[in-house]
């Protein structure tokens, strides 16, 4: 049973920066993948970035790429989401997300397991 709660959110002005943080416990290899997904109200949840825990992989969203960053530190068993240069469009609830496998997919119903999700504000 795998288990992934996020921190790490609040409210950031634009232009400015934030980390996000999600802890990962209950895996039983690391053949996984560890993705982060966003949602504003009324809208659909977006994929955001994925990680390949093992070798390292990365994708990106197309409307994050160049600004959101990332990364996991195996030892402390969590996975981050450098968020830079931010904008009020990046206002929406994080969440972090997880599936078996090695593929870094963006749809969320490869996402087997998801956190309760940490809300980011960005003020004009």
């Known amino acids: 049973q795998v288990q992934l709660v996020e921190s790490g959110g609040g409210l950031v002005q634009a232009g400015g920066s934030l980390r996000l943080s999600c802890a990962v416990s209950?895996?039983?290899?690391?053949?996984?993948?560890l993705g982060w997904f966003r949602q504003a109200p009324g809208k659909e949840r977006d994929f955001v970035s994925g990680?390949?825990?093992?070798?390292?992989?990365?994708n990106y969203g197309d409307s994050v790429k160049g600004r959101f960053t990332i990364s996991r530190d195996n030892a402390k068993n969590t996975v981050y989401l450098q968020m830079n240069n931010l904008t009020p469009e990046d206002t929406a609830v994080y969440y972090c997300?997880?599936?078996?496998?090695?593929?870094?997919?963006?749809?969320?119903?490869?996402?087997?397991?998801w956190g309760q999700g940490t809300q980011v504000t960005v003020s004009s």
């Open positions: 997300a997880a599936r078996s496998g090695g593929i870094v997919y963006s749809a969320t119903s490869r996402y087997a397991y």
């Open positions: 990680i390949n825990w093992t070798d390292g992989r990365t």
């Open positions: 209950g895996r039983s290899d690391n053949h996984y993948v």
